[in-house]
Every structure is written in structure tokens, then in C-alpha cells.
């Protein structure tokens, strides 16, 4: 099952999308079960967005042992975690703003985990009961601001820096998917979920026992080796292997007063 969420007439809402481009409009959010409405919709006449409405999204640092390596850097004993407002979300098709504070923003190809119900203090062999499905994310990076800061609030955190889409796939098992980043159509990632340090399960499991996971919320489980640099006018894609293809234009902010 795929889940979208898009807009017609200005109003937002989920729905389920069929083998081919039907969609069928779901009442709510289809975290408690699917309510069909009354409207189909063809993908090709509707806008998507971001397919879900997370409260957080939960980035992970250095989980693929080819990136760690990559950089140079040891494995992590445990999962290195940090958020991203909610205020980054953008969805497929959007443009990613470069900010005038950064001379360099980074594309991060990575597996969503999109949480299905409230998870607190779960025990590792429950953690698949809550996750609600997968789909792709790229965890656009401000690459010296990173560098720069202790804290990556700034660096992953402006305004259109965390495309997530282009839909929610529900049943698939994630331990073996291929993940590739293309820019301007060029390969640039190209790795496998195989090569995660933690994998989803096990993340649900830990972040449980560090917050509250609520429907909705988003853990982007950490890029493989390749990241680098975007420029605007660029197109970038996320594309997973049963999951789909997340694709972004990437852009400049424009006229604008002077900032810090
Ligand atoms: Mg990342």
C-alpha cells in the first residue's frame, strides 16, 4: 500500500494510491486505519506534498559503514541522534532554498521511517509494530555550517531542507533496499540498506526510550558514502528500491533583506 498526501482545490488530504495513478481519498491521517472518501483522484492532476505531518523528524548521524568510512571515522557505539524542525519539511517536487549564510548545502540520500503510533520505552522485538512504513528523505546538509557548529540545528535545519515523499510504501521490508542520490541525473549515491550500523527496528527501539515517537513523525536513518554539494538550479533524486523517487529542484532564496 502507498500513502500520499496532496492538495486539490487549496485543501490538503490523504489518500491511498492504487496499482496504477488512481488515488483514493482517505477521510484522516491513516495511522488508526484507512476511512475511504468519496473522491478519486488521477497523481497526474493533483499536487503531492510531504506524505505525512511529522511533529519531528529524528536525524541520525554516521549509520552506514561505507559513509563512516568514507569520512575516516570510527562506527558509533550507539545511534547518534539530532532533530530537524518541522519547518524543513518540504515535499516531492518542491524546490530546496539555498541559504545566503552557507556556501555549501549537501544532498543526503536516506531511508524515512515514518512511526505509526505512539512508541515509548518499547521493547526491540515490538519495534516493527510501530513503525508505519518507509519512504525516501534527503537530509539536505549545510555542509560549513555543520563543520562550524557543535550543534547541527542550523546545518540541517532551514527552511526546505528536509524533502520527504513522494508517498509512504507500507509493506516492505526494509533490510536489503538499494538507495541511490542522483544530481542533474548523475549517479552519486549508490549503496544498500544492508549497510546500516542500526537498523530501523532497532532505531524506533532506542529513540523510544530517549522521547516520545508520535504517528506521523519521521527518523531519517542516515546517508551512504557519496554525499556532496549542490548548486542552484540543480535537480536532485532520492531513489529506493521499492519505496520510489523523491525528487527536488534546488534554488536560491532571491530578493531578500539583509540577514545575520
Ligand atoms: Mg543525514
Known amino acids: 500500500m502507498r500513502i500520499v498526501r496532496y492538495t486539490v482545490n487549496g485543501e490538503a488530504r490523504y489518500g491511498a494510491l492504487d496499482a496504477g495513478d488512481g488515488i483514493r481519498s482517505l477521510t484522516a491521517a491513516p495511522f488508526d486505519g484507512l476511512v475511504y472518501g468519496e473522491e478519486r483522484h488521477r497523481l497526474s492532476e493533483v499536487e503531492l506534498l510531504a506524505p505525512c505531518e511529522p511533529s519531528k523528524i529524528v536525524g541520525i548521524g554516521l549509520n552506514y559503514r561505507d559513509h563512516a568510512g568514507e569520512l575516516g571515522l570510527e562506527l558509533p557505539d550507539e545511534p547518534m541522534l539530532f532533530l530537524m524542525p518541522d519547518t524543513a519539511v518540504i515535499g516531492p517536487g518542491g524546490t530546496i532554498r539555498c541559504p545566503e549564510m552557507s556556501e555549501r548545502v549537501d544532498y543526503e540520500g536516506e531511508l524515512g521511517i515514518v512511526v505509526g503510533r505512539p512508541a515509548?520505552?518499547?521493547?526491540?522485538?515490538?519495534?516493527?509494530?510501530?513503525?508505519?512504513?518507509?519512504?525516501?528523505?534527503n537530509d539536505v546538509t549545510a555542509r560549513d555550517l555543520q563543520v562550524r557548529d557543535t550543534q547541527f540545528t542550523r546545518s540541517k535545519g532551514f527552511d526546505t531542507f528536509a524533502p520527504i515523499g513522494p508517498w509512504i510504501v507500507t509493506d516492505i521490508d526494509p533490510g536489503a533496499l538499494d538507495i541511490e542520490t542522483y544530481l542533474n541525473g548523475?549517479?552519486?549515491?549508490?549503496?544498500?540498506?544492508?549497510?546500516?550500523?542500526f537498523d530501523p527496528f532497532y532505531l524506533v527501539y532506542f529513540i523510544s526510550w530517549v522521547m516520545t515517537l508520535q504517528p506521523g513523525?519521521?527518523?531519517?536513518?542516515?546517508?551512504?558514502?557519496?554525499?556532496?554539494?549542490?548548486?542552484?538550479?540543480?535537480?536532485?533524486?532520492?531513489?529506493?528500491?521499492?519505496?520510489?523517487?523523491?525528487?527536488?529542484?534546488?534554488?536560491?532564496?532571491g530578493e531578500a533583506p539583509a540577514g545575520p
Open 120 to 137: 515509548f520505552r518499547i521493547r526491540l522485538e515490538d519495534a516493527a509494530d510501530y513503525i508505519f512504513g518507509y519512504t525516501c528523505f
Open 186 to 197: 548523475a549517479r552519486k549515491q549508490c549503496s544498500n540498506t544492508r549497510q546500516l550500523v
Open 217 to 253: 513523525d519521521v527518523i531519517a536513518s542516515g546517508t551512504p558514502a557519496g554525499i556532496g554539494p549542490m548548486q542552484p538550479g540543480d535537480r536532485v533524486e532520492v531513489r529506493i528500491q521499492g519505496v520510489g523517487s523523491l525528487i527536488n529542484d534546488v534554488g536560491a532564496w
